[in-house]
């Protein structure tokens, strides 16, 4: 069994990076990904203008996170998908609708948060 390393701020220096090289990645390759910064933008703006509470912005950014990680994950397992196999299959197509679904309960249940943050206020 491998020892573990020590910790060193030059090894998450490099983590870090290897992540934010990943989120440009992400957004030069995912046409949904400038879909979901609009989108993310609009709703600051309007919590700002709207005066939402701190629960409320809690509940935001806690549905945008959710989004933005369902997003992520779908990108990498699709892209994973992509590597082992260009041929189309079943069970891969299968695995991949899966893997899109998780984006839309994601986007879903962003939206009801949406609502019942913003509709009272613009009521």
């Known amino acids: 069994m491998k020892k573990d390393k020590t910790f060193s701020v030059k090894a998450r220096g490099r983590s870090i990076r290897y992540a934010v090289n990943g989120i440009v990645l992400f957004f030069k390759s995912e046409h949904n990904a400038i879909i979901h910064l609009l989108i993310t933008a609009v ?7 709207l005066h939402v509470s701190a629960f409320e912005t809690i509940a935001l950014v806690m549905a945008i996170g959710f989004v933005w990680v369902a997003e992520l994950f ?15 299959s079943p069970p891969i197509k299968f695995i991949k609708d899966l893997s899109a679904a998780a984006v839309l309960v994601a986007v879903l249940i962003a939206v009801v948060v949406g609502c019942i943050v913003f509709i009272p206020r613009l009521w």
């Open 74 to 88: 779908n990108t990498a397992i699709e892209k994973t998908l992509d590597f082992v196999s260009m041929e189309k």
């Open 43 to 49: 709703v600051i703006l309007l919590s700002l203008v």
